[in-house]
Nanobody, 126 residues
Framework: VQLQASGGGLVQAGGSLRLSCAASGRTSSRYSVGWFRQAPGKEREFVAGVSWSGGTTYYAEAVKGRFTISRDNAKNTVYLQMNSLKPEDTAVYYC????????????????????WGQGTLVTVSS
């Protein structure tokens, strides 16, 4: 599976952006998808995750209530709707996929993902 992230850009604090993660290749596989982000000088961190069916979602505490992850399997695309953006949300955002059947145990662990997109830059100005 190949993943391509898009939708990043420059937005003012309080604004919104929607990121997309489009999959190609063996998209018939059941894969769960997570979004991670990495700010300059910081470690990559988990942001949100969605199970292959879309029925279960996970969020980091820092984004709960502001970000929403969803997927459209007919379009092989996962979305991250980001509202009420803050300057501290500035980072490169990556989507990643895994076929793990134990996703509920490992959704926030970057080393448990098999496929990674190239990243899209989100900049939130104050």
């Amino acid at each position: 599976v190949q993943l391509q992230a898009s939708g990043g850009g420059l937005v003012q604090a309080g604004g919104s952006l929607r990121l997309s993660c489009a999959a190609s290749g063996r998209t018939s596989s059941r894969y769960s998808v997570g979004w991670f982000r990495q700010a300059p000088g910081k470690e990559r961190e988990f942001v949100a995750g969605v199970s292959w069916s879309g029925g279960t979602t996970y969020y980091a505490e820092a984004v709960k209530g502001r970000f929403t992850i969803s997927r459209d399997n007919a379009k092989n695309t996962v979305y991250l709707q980001m509202n009420s953006l803050k300057p501290e949300d500035t980072a490169v955002y990556y989507c990643a996929g895994t076929t793990s059947t134990y996703y509920w145990r490992s959704y926030n662990l970057s080393n448990k993902y098999d496929y990674w997109g190239q990243g899209t830059l989100v900049t939130v100005s104050s």
